[in-house]
């Protein structure tokens, strides 16, 4: 599956913003979606992913309460909206696809990923 996000940007410390990340190629409804960030100097963490259908999320701990991800199977596209930005949410935002109906924070566990967008929040 090919991934293109948008949406990134620069924003104030409290601040909002979405990504989207559109999906061609196989059948999107059956690919589980991540969402991963990686800053200068340091290793691709994951962000958010949702499973098949969109009841099962995970967010990771740094996240929890400020990000939320979402998915419209008839769009091919997963969302990523994120509230009271911090300074330490700088990153490059990455998309991640796997072939499987459950969600892992593992890295290794995505086959596809996009190009990624910058997100810069500035203090």
């Known amino acids: 599956v090919q991934l293109v996000e948008s949406g990134g940007g620069l924003v104030q410390a409290g601040g909002s913003l979405r990504l989207s990340c559109a999906a061609s190629?196989?059948?999107?409804?059956?690919?589980?979606m991540g969402w991963f960030r990686q800053a200068p100097g340091k290793e691709r963490e994951f962000v958010a992913g949702i499973g098949w259908i969109g009841i099962n999320t995970a967010y990771a701990d740094s996240v929890k309460g400020r990000f939320t991800i979402s998915r419209d199977n008839a769009k091919n596209t997963v969302y990523l909206q994120m509230n009271s930005l911090k300074p330490e949410d700088t990153a490059v935002y990455y998309c991640a696809a796997r072939r499987h109906p459950s969600v892992t924070m593992t890295f290794s566990g995505y086959d596809s990923w996009g190009q990624g967008t910058q997100v810069t929040v500035s203090s």
């Open positions: 190629g196989r059948t999107f409804s059956t690919s589980t």
